[in-house]
């Protein structure tokens, strides 16, 4: 027999178990959905990876986005990228591997993960509304060398539903960083996505291990039909 209950007003069905949030409390955080990540000759590329890898997370991303702008939710983008001068990219960090093209080198969409060029900017599909806020950042967390704690303060912004690139390196990092400054994560699985299929996978499991050590994991379709059901 059919389960016929119906869903809890603001539950979402998650792992390691349901959680229910305070929407006016909640924003959505979508993490360097940029062309430098996302598109042929952008950073992710210079490094040898396949960022067609990355596709997977655009179109859940974007019935998200559409959900949270339909209801008024507080929505915020992240940039990671650099001065023109490089004065806030450490040497440890330009240095590192043997891309084909550094950071702050001339690329095909303009130095390669410099603030203003066009590589460092959000892919068209889910590009921001002059309303929602952007945030840029020189490194891998969003919080670090930010304004989002104040942004996040002003809106009285208690919760976070957190999707973009890549899943273990800024999603994981800004997830845990959020973590230990008390906000509760939702991390949309589908909505993430890594050039290395398995270091998604164990970047999701990190975070809702040991009873949700870092918070939470649920799909689109989940947050989705809890946002659907807290509205109607």
């Known amino acids: 027999m059919l389960n016929s209950a119906k869903p809890t007003p603001g539950v979402i069905s998650a792992e390691p178990e349901p959680i229910k949030l305070d929407w006016p409390a909640t924003a959505l955080l979508i993490i360097d959905m940029q062309r430098d990540f996302m598109e042929p000759g952008g950073f992710g590329e210079t490094l040898g990876n396949d960022v067609s890898q990355l ?14 702008r339909d209801t008024g939710m507080l929505v915020i983008h992240t940039r990671e990228g650099h001065l023109p001068d490089l004065s806030d990219a450490p040497p440890a960090k330009v240095e590192r591997g043997a891309p084909s093209l550094r950071i702050g080198d001339p690329g095909p969409m303009g130095r390669i ?14 590009y921001p509304l002059d309303s929602e806020v952007v945030i840029d950042k020189p490194g ?4 670090y060398a930010t304004e989002l704690t104040d942004v996040l303060e002003k809106y009285g912004i208690e919760n976070l539903l957190v999707c973009g690139v890549t899943t273990e390196v800024c999603v994981n990092t800004t997830v845990r960083e959020a973590n230990d400054r008390g906000y509760r994560c939702v991390v949309i699985s589908d909505g993430c996505a890594s050039y290395f299929p398995e270091f998604h996978e164990m970047g ?3 975070i809702k291990a040991q009873g949700g050590i870092f918070g939470w994991v649920a799909d689109s379709a989940a947050v989705l039909e809890a946002m659907k059901v807290s509205t109607t």
Do not use: N, Q, S, T
């Open 55 to 68: 596709a997977r997370a655009v179109k859940p991303i974007g019935a998200v986005l559409k959900a949270a």
């Open 204 to 206: 999701l499991r990190m």
């Open 113 to 126: 993960l410099i603030r203003g060029e066009a590589g460092h900017d959000i892919i068209p599909e889910l």
């Open 140 to 143: 891998k967390g969003a919080f």
